[in-house]
């Protein structure tokens, strides 16, 4: 019997705008509370919620500026990025789940291959 294959969440965050992290984290968040696929999360999603909660008003602080504010923003940040990157890996792992299981916890799937990669064309010119 062969073993299942992993689907790997989306963990790089690396240029994702911040926008973006308060908008996966709510989505992760909302779609993991109740779900009985994942039931024993390893980061409390109130939690979650509280630290996105919290990285959305430091991003409206730093529209104004203020170095104390921007850097308090990135710090945030990092600690919404390791708690979804935890929550990707529980999920990635937690059990032998269909597929689908990834999408219903509000993580997005790892996409393979490099961006804009074209698949290769074969040209058959006899049978």
């Not at 689908?100 to 074969?122: D, H, N, Y």
Request: aromatic share 4%; with cysteine; proline share 7%.
């Amino acid at each position: 019997m062969s073993e299942p294959k992993l689907i790997k969440p989306f963990e790089s965050y690396v240029g994702v705008p911040d926008v973006e992290i308060v908008n996966r984290g709510t989505n992760v968040v909302t779609k993991l509370t109740g779900n009985s696929n994942f039931q024993n999360p390893p980061v409390a999603l109130v939690d979650l919620k509280a630290d996105v909660d919290k990285l959305s008003e430091l991003m409206a602080e730093a529209v104004e500026g203020g170095q104390k504010v921007v850097a308090e923003k990135k710090k945030q940040r990092g600690v919404v990025i390791k708690k979804l990157r935890l929550l990707g890996r529980y999920v990635e792992y937690s059990s032998i789940l269909p597929p689908t299981a990834l999408i219903f916890s509000g993580l997005q799937k790892k996409e393979c291959g490099r961006p804009g990669q074209l698949s290769p064309q074969v040209n058959i010119k006899r049978v």
